[in-house]
């Protein structure tokens, strides 16, 4: 691994050794990687990707860390981070941002310039890239809706490719970038012109509403479980099974609310995992639905 940390430094990565992923997540939770890497620009993000899959190096990439759940035991993939890839340009109604720009700081720069439609993603944590992965959304808005097109990287074929709207798939919390090995690493997105001060009182009225009903004020992966259909709202269903408060270990489910899980100190991976099957199990055995877990498990 030495070798390969050198090589990454000298390509104009930023390398941290035996790095805890507890320090990288909204989780606080998840054991040590032997190599955290931060390529200073997209190219050389691009050069890292490549120079890893033809040395055949195990390795993820990692946003924000707010949409993962990482198993607490030493782990064996690297780590590339796209935490410096943050250009963005203005266009005429539009955005170009690079992967690693906070979706709500790309919110509130779209504001500054009198651009709406991403009123939505003022409160999400992530960047922009974990948003392409997912499909972020909130309150009737989600990231394709504003999304023209995006630059990737084909880890496959290990070129840079260009995909539409219609090609990258997106579907509710889902899209290509969880099928393929595609890496995103620009996004154009078409906004329209509003007056700054409705996008902005819009923006205010969202983060209250976020602000009163997630628990903020501890570490959490978000909602924990997607929606199994449109008019099933899982948060609700649990608190409805009286499962409000239901902890173990450090690992409570929220009593503001109930479709996040949230880390009271030192909750483990293992007590959250707990928690997730109970949770499973109970709307299986009293309501017949099968909980799919949102956010990645490494
Ligand atoms: C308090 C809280 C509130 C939240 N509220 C919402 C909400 O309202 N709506 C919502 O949708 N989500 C919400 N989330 C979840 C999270 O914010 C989103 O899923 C966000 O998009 C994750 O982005 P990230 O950069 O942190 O991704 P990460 O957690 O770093 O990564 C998630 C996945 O995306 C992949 N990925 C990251 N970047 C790239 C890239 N450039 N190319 C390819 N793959 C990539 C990673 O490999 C990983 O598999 C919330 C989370 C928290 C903690």
């Known amino acids: 691994m030495n070798d390969v940390a050198k090589e990454l430094y000298l390509l104009g990565c930023n390398i941290l050794k035996n790095e805890s992923l507890k320090l990288h997540t909204t989780f606080k939770i998840g054991g040590k990687v032997p190599l955290f890497v931060i390529p200073k ?18 390795f993820k990439i990692i946003g924000e860390g707010a949409n993962l759940i990482i198993n607490d035991n030493d782990l064996n993939f690297i780590v590339v981070s796209t935490e410096y890839l943050t250009n963005i340009t203005l266009g005429n109604e539009y955005i170009f941002a690079e992967s690693g720009v906070p979706i709500s700081r790309l919110s ?5 310039n009198g651009l709406s439609g991403l009123e939505f993603a003022a409160g999400i944590p992530g960047s922009l ?12 808005g989600q990231i394709s809706d504003v999304i023209e097109e995006v630059e990737a990287y084909d880890l496959k074929e290990k070129k840079i490719i260009l995909l539409n709207k219609k090609e990258i ?42 602000w009163e009903k997630q628990p ?6 978000g909602s924990i479980f997607k929606r199994p259909k449109p008019d099933f709202y899982v948060g609700t269903t649990i608190e409805k099974l009286g499962l409000k408060g239901f902890s173990i270990g450090d690992a409570e489910i929220s009593n ?20 997730i099957e109970h949770v499973k199990k109970t709307v299986k055995e009293k309501y017949g639905e099968d909980l799919e877990v949102e956010p990645e498990i490494w």
């Open 256 to 275: 503001k609310h109930a479709g996040f899980i949230i880390n009271k100190g030192n909750a483990t991976f293992s007590d959250v995992m707990n928690i």
């Open 41 to 58: 620009t997209k190219n050389i993000f691009v050069k890292t990707l490549n120079y890893l899959i033809e040395k055949r190096i195990n």
């Open 108 to 112: 509130y720069f779209a504001m500054e």
């Open 169 to 210: 798939g997106f579907d509710y919390r889902k899209s290509i970038f969880q099928k393929r090995r595609y890496i995103s690493l620009r996004a154009k997105l078409k906004l329209f012109k509003d007056k700054k001060e409705n996008i902005e009182k819009k923006m205010k009225e969202l983060s209250l509403k976020r």
């Open 129 to 140: 890239g974990g948003a392409l992965f997912m499909n972020a959304g909130a309150y009737n």
């Open 216 to 221: 903020l004020e501890y570490p959490s992966a």
